[in-house]
């Protein structure tokens, strides 16, 4: 149930309300758009309770909400929730992208990577130190240790980071280390790692489960929520349909019905999505047509000697730069910011080196 109130109000009144509604025993949640405000009632209440907020000054409405999702459902928050970390904002009028390897192999391999990541315009280094695999014999990752090498190749290059948290007992060290918190696929009803990532502030992105529905998603975004950390992105990944030529079936409708159910920000990602490299690129265009407010790539230096086997959905670093280059005009068509400093890269003397263009010019080539 949500009361909606009138545009004037005062915080006292609005207080003076939610101290009402707490008398019933039910938690209330007040949301400030910029044409209303909406108090949210979260728990099983008194009918009575509904009458009376009817009856009160500056309330204009009580409505009764359906969804088995409170906190994430755009009825109590009408507004785009916008997480600003350090000067990053997502879900706000700015593109995000994340790029970066599926996992972080070496200090040498995750720092060349985040500075081409960062000479092509990327705002945040993506890795993985803990990787969920579907056989027990395939790489797992490099631990804590890992975690260290991405922060330390993040601050070097002016990156945020983000990786992926596997059990409640590493989300204390993995926020310590990275300003993201991935949830993967195979965590999204993980509900005990969903209740920890609630006791924290740092921004979590949320992947959908590859069989989940709509409402399925959202419900476990609530368990964040519920929590107490209002800080949650959704991911959408591909789903798992009868289609085997693509790794999943990227599930573009899902950007706008999700950002239509709630006010959370939406990321897609065409690397999992398709699970292709020649696909990647028309995927990530098509994610920001169809309004994404962030999109997270697979970008590997040598992808054909990736550690985790995810190469072929990787792309190469000349490919992740000029589809950035691509994506600003994209954004500026679609009234969105995407004006990061931008480089050309190249290949370098092997197969696995790469140099930017400041790096050429310095050269002399």
Known sequence: MIAITSSHISDERIEEIVQHIEKFGVAAHV???????????????????????RAMKDVENVIKISKSYKLASRDFHPDNTVIKIKDVEIGGDQLVVMGGPCAVESPEQIDLIARLVKAAGGQVLRGGAFKPRTGPYSFQGVGV????????????????????????????????????????????????????????????????????????????????????????????????????????????????????????????????????????????????AAGADGLIIEMHNDPDNSMTGDGVQSLFPD???????????????????????????????????????????????
């Open 145 to 288: 240790e890992g975690l260290e090498m991405m922060a330390e190749a993040g601050r070097k290059h002016g990156l945020l980071t983000i990786t992926e948290v596997m059990t409640p007992e590493y989300v204390d060290i993995c926020a310590e280390h990275a300003d993201i918190l991935q949830v993967g696929t195979r965590n999204m009803q993980n509900f005990d790692l969903l209740r920890k990532l609630g006791t924290i502030q740092t921004p979590v992105l949320l992947k959908r489960g590859f069989s989940a529905t709509y409402d399925e998603f959202l419900n476990a975004a609530e368990y964040i929520l519920a929590g107490g950390n209002p800080n949650v992105m959704l991911c959408e990944r591909g789903i798992r349909t009868f289609e085997t030529y693509t790794r999943n079936t990227l599930d573009l409708s899902a950007v706008p019905v999700l950002q239509s159910l709630s006010h959370l920000p939406v990321i897609a990602d065409p690397s999992h999505g398709t699970g292709r490299r020649e696909l990647v690129e028309p995927m990530c265009r098509a994610s920001v």
């Open 319 to 365: 490919q992740f730069a000029n589809l950035l280059v691509d994506l600003e005009k994209l954004a500026e068509v679609l009234g969105r910011k995407f004006d990061t400093p931008k480089q050309r890269i190249v290949r370098g003397a092997d197969e696995a080196s790469w140099l930017t263009e400041d790096e050429l010019a310095a050269a002399g080539r």
């Open 31 to 53: 949301s400030k758009g910029t044409d209303r405000t909406v108090i949210g009632i979260i728990g099983k209440a008194d009918p009575a309770l509904a009458e009376q907020l």
